[in-house]
């Protein structure tokens, strides 16, 4: 069963979902998704892998890299599936990245790769977006690339990991307006899903609802005030998001909520 | 209840002067334009008087004396003007890390570890008359080796939050530290830290061993 969290009345929800339209609360009673807000899948901390593909490496001139690059997300950095999400005025570049999302699901420390799944509750997806302008050669990726209001969106739902086990061999695609800007598969990481919790639990304590953002494939583009993009992973679904200058996202902001 | 806990690195002029040779070089090139940020995950965050673990397999970690300011607000976009208005208080931090080699990459392995972070009950704004003439002061065992002051932050409390307040919102809750004074020194199990800031009090942990902390639990 695929679990997501909507926000409905004013309260967090957790709910049971069977397709985009079809939610139901844990009682069985059915959410009106259209009067619903899609919120992150999980409440942990997000932990996002950069330069995990070797193609989007070299698309970005770095060698691919030896251990893994991760960074950590600010939890306001996070967004729901149909986000709005802002991109600041006059900025030059600003591309998404489609990623698969892990799902932790129990406590882990120092975990070994052949255990890694036990430690899993499923998957989701993500887009990292980034603002390069921003970027500093310190805590590169920094917190003004990264860790902007919500700027990261992640859902619809957790599909759990009994379903798709290591999440290798999962075609990936991301969509502008309807156009396909990047395509990869989830069996090209550079570090596997077991792989990068051997890693990080090896450093910290990872706690169920912690999220890992998995890294992005080859092709970017930039997007602009008005797009849709649409982050499809394959046994997933879809992720989208919409892409709005200021002067749209602060007065929904300010006068809205 | 305690929120996001952020840090800033490279906030001490003297620290930042040490390094400039370094940051002329690649993979910098060039010093920091801006605040150097960084994330403390909950999972690093201790309270008074518990332990700070050093994780198995190192063998020093660096205490990291510093004033925390404590958010009071939403506070998005905040303008210099207004960014005081947005803190409820300080408090004396020990922000613990493994030694860092290098500040190109973000420094999970060296700011991420468990129990690493300590911070100490916060005190209300108008405690402190001025936040930017505060000693700060580390003893190890009871002996002082580490002193600065806050009148040495390269970026001071409200230019951060300006900064990060431009591109985050910051919750009431949410606890920025503002950085370690130049002269960190490496500490081990069994050593006992100690923290002061004017006007602040102080901050007491001993170093455990991960294994040793666990031990304990497991048999309790």
Aim: net charge negative; hydrophobic share 40%; charged share 20%.
């Amino acid at each position: 069963m695929r679990r997501a969290r909507l926000l409905f009345e004013g309260a967090a929800r957790s709910a049971l979902v069977t397709s985009e339209d079809d939610v139901y609360l844990e009682d069985g009673g059915r959410l009106p998704v259209e009067s619903c807000t899609w919120l992150p899948p999980a409440t942990g901390v997000l932990y996002a892998v950069g330069l995990n593909y070797a193609e989007h490496a070299n698309e970005l001139t770095f060698q691919p890299p030896q251990e893994p690059l991760v960074f950590v997300k600010a939890p306001g950095a996070l967004a729901g599936h149909r986000a709005r999400c802002l991109r600041p005025d006059g900025v030059k570049l600003m591309h998404f990245e489609g990623e698969l999302a892990v799902v932790i699901g129990r406590h882990a420390r120092r975990v070994p790769r052949a255990e890694a799944l036990d430690y899993v509750a499923g998957y989701t997806i993500c887009n990292d977006y980034a603002v390069r302008d921003y970027l500093e050669n310190y805590y590169r990726p920094n917190l003004r690339v990264k860790s902007r209001d919500g700027l990261t969106p992640i859902g619809p739902w957790i599909v759990p990991v009994a379903e798709l086990g290591d999440g290798a061999g999962l075609g990936l695609k991301t969509l502008v307006n309807g156009r396909e800007c990047q395509s990869g598969n989830t069996r090209d990481m550079i570090f596997s899903v077991p792989h990068l919790i051997e890693y990080l639990s090896g450093i910290l304590t990872l706690a169920p609802g912690d999220m890992i953002a998995t890294g992005t494939p080859a092709g970017f583009v930039d997007v602009q005030p008005g797009d849709e993009v649409v982050v499809e992973i394959e046994r997933i679904g879809s992720l989208a998001s919409t892409i709005v200058g200021e002067r749209d996202y602060y007065r929904v902001a300010e006068h809205g909520s | 209840m305690l929120g996001t806990v952020y840090g800033v690195a490279l906030n001490y002029r003297g620290r930042l002067a040490e390094l400039k040779a370094v940051f002329s070089q690649p993979p910098h090139g060039a010093p920091p334009r801006t605040p150097v940020l960084f994330i403390k995950t909950p999972n690093t965050i201790i309270g008074p008087d518990a332990p700070v673990l050093i994780p198995d397999g190192v063998a020093t970690v660096q205490p990291g004396p510093a004033l925390g300011v404590v958010i009071g607000r939403n506070a998005h976009r905040l303008t210099l003007a207004d960014a005081p208005g947005a803190i409820a208080g300080y408090a004396v931090v020990n922000e613990v890390s493994v030694d860092e080699i290098s500040y190109f990459r973000p420094p999970i392995a060296s700011k991420c570890r468990d129990n690493t972070c300590a911070i100490g009950s916060p005190t209300v704004r108008d405690a402190l008359r001025d936040p930017h003439a505060l000693g700060i002061r580390l003893y190890i065992n009871g002996a002082l080796r580490q002193i600065g002051s806050t009148a040495d932050l390269v970026y001071s409390i409200p230019e951060l939050l300006v900064f990060m307040s431009g591109f985050m919102t910051l919750r009431p809750g949410d606890l920025l530290i503002t950085g370690t004074p130049p002269g960190r020194v490496s500490v081990g199990a069994g050593d006992s830290l100690r923290v002061e800031i004017d006007g602040l009090g102080s901050l007491e942990n001993v170093v455990a061993t991960e294994s040793s902390v666990a031990r304990r639990e497991a048999s309790s």
